[in-house]
């Protein structure tokens, strides 16, 4: 079965500090990962996904196959990053079966 | 932008009732699914559909469910008879290929009494 961990339900962070959210995943196969970003009233949205290994919005995220991670960093927080982050994975390389994580919340602190 | 179109935005129905959700995806977009998030759960697969048909389903997408693509533009979730335990956010999504973006609408949120 698959599952998705994300420890922290909340994280709140300085302006321009470090980010960094943590996923854990558990799957037999080779999963592909996301990471889904929900703003204030807005409707959920694709960040990033590891396959496509681009950085979007400062932020970046490296699959650990060893870990079992796909952690979601960015250098410097800015203010508009405060959002609900979601970790998906997808045992098939699509958006068929996403196993969601429970969220986390960021907050940046001005 | 395109978008994907969920109405209505919030529903309210009497245990046993039938409802039925609907969508309009991205025009030019072949795949369409259903989540589903119970509040403070987590975001859960319902169905994907695909050419006319359903391609997957989770445990979850039981006898009860059925989706439908009546017309060129709507995708409908219908629950035959709701339980107190569907109340929940209803998403839906659409992406153009299987392993391309999913767009998802801004829910639906179904309260059952």
């Known amino acids: 079965a698959q599952r998705v961990t994300q420890p922290e339900k909340l994280l709140s962070v300085f302006k321009g500090a470090p980010v960094e959210l943590k996923c854990n995943y558990s799957?037999?196969?080779?999963?592909?990962l996301f990471w889904y970003v929900q703003y204030s009233r807005q409707r959920l949205q694709l960040l990033l996904r590891h396959i496509s290994r681009e950085s979007i919005k400062g932020f970046t995220a490296d699959l650990n196959k060893g870990e079992t991670s796909f952690h979601l960093k960015k250098p410097f927080a800015q203010e508009e990053d405060s959002a609900m982050y979601y970790c998906a994975l997808s045992p098939n390389f699509g958006n068929e079966k996403l196993t969601f994580g429970t969220g986390t919340r960021l907050t940046i602190i001005p | 932008e395109p978008e994907v179109t969920q109405t209505p935005s919030h529903q309210v129905t009497q245990m046993g009732q039938e409802v039925i959700l609907r969508c309009v995806p991205i025009?030019?977009?072949?795949?369409f699914y259903w989540y589903r998030q119970i509040l403070g759960q987590k975001v859960e697969f319902l169905v994907s559909?695909?050419?006319?048909?359903?391609?997957?389903k989770s445990e979850i997408f039981d006898d009860q469910f059925s989706v439908e693509r009546p017309d060129g533009s709507n995708f409908t979730l219908k629950i035959r008879s709701t339980k107190l335990e569907d109340s929940a956010m209803y998403f839906c999504?659409?992406?153009?290929?299987?392993?391309?973006?999913?767009?998802f609408g801004q829910g639906t949120r179904l309260t059952v009494v």
């Open positions: 025009s030019n977009h072949l795949y």
């Open positions: 559909f695909y050419n006319n048909e359903i391609s997957e």
């Open positions: 999504a659409s992406s153009e290929q299987i392993n391309t973006e999913a767009f």
């Open positions: 799957y037999s196969g080779s999963p592909e």
